[in-house]
């Protein structure tokens, strides 16, 4: 029996270091931001972003291949500085965000692609859509105090999916040719994030 007992201890010393090695960290919401920008009648690129969201990182250092990300963003916060625009874009020819009023990410799998950078694959679900969406992300980097004593640490996040992919088909013809509103979107997280 004591023999037992020690190797139970031994299993679980060894196993503390792979479980210390990762940590949870909560987006700092005041220092984040979740943006965008499609293009607007062929000539320029609308940008907006969206002021509501939150989500949880959970970062292995040791092997940050097994780091896993969860964000929902709360799609009825959307603005573009222009209000007249942001209704139009809550409406049903868009997200209509009385029926769909968040869109989430959840990753699937992390892998290294370079210097302090990683591509994150995961599931982005918008309007009712599910779809695979990759994210370039630069960083995590290391960890820093604040002089309030939180533990802090950030990261850039960028990624281009098709609007119509998710089910926003909504456009109007211009005269000159083309289309009103584009389809790619480009997203862009510039994220602070606060350990747990």
Do not use: C, Q
């Not at 959970?58 to 625009?85: F, L, P, W, Y």
């Amino acid at each position: 029996m004591k023999r037992i007992i020690n190797v139970i201890a031994a299993v679980v010393t060894l196993a503390i270091p792979v479980f210390a090695s990762a940590a949870s960290w909560s987006i700092d919401t005041d220092h984040s931001s979740v943006g965008f920008k499609v293009r607007h009648m062929m000539v320029s690129n609308v940008k907006g972003d969206f002021g509501k969201f939150n989500g949880v990182v959970e970062i292995d250092d040791k092997d940050v291949t097994k780091s896993k990300v969860d964000v929902v963003i709360d799609t009825t916060s959307i603005n573009t500085g222009v209000a007249k625009r942001d209704d139009h874009l809550k409406s049903a020819d868009f997200f209509d965000v009385a029926k769909y009023p968040t869109m989430a990410f959840v990753s699937s799998k992390v892998k290294k692609a370079g210097n302090d950078k990683l591509k994150v694959y995961g599931k982005l679900s918008l309007h009712g859509v599910t779809r695979d969406v990759v994210l370039d992300v630069e960083g995590p980097t290391k960890a820093y105090k604040d002089p309030w004593g939180n533990t802090k640490r950030g990261a850039v996040a960028t990624t281009k999916i098709s609007r119509k992919d998710f089910g926003l088909t909504y456009n109007a013809a211009i005269e000159s040719g083309g289309v009103m509103v584009g389809d790619e979107v480009t997203i862009a997280l510039e994220i602070e994030l606060l350990k747990k």
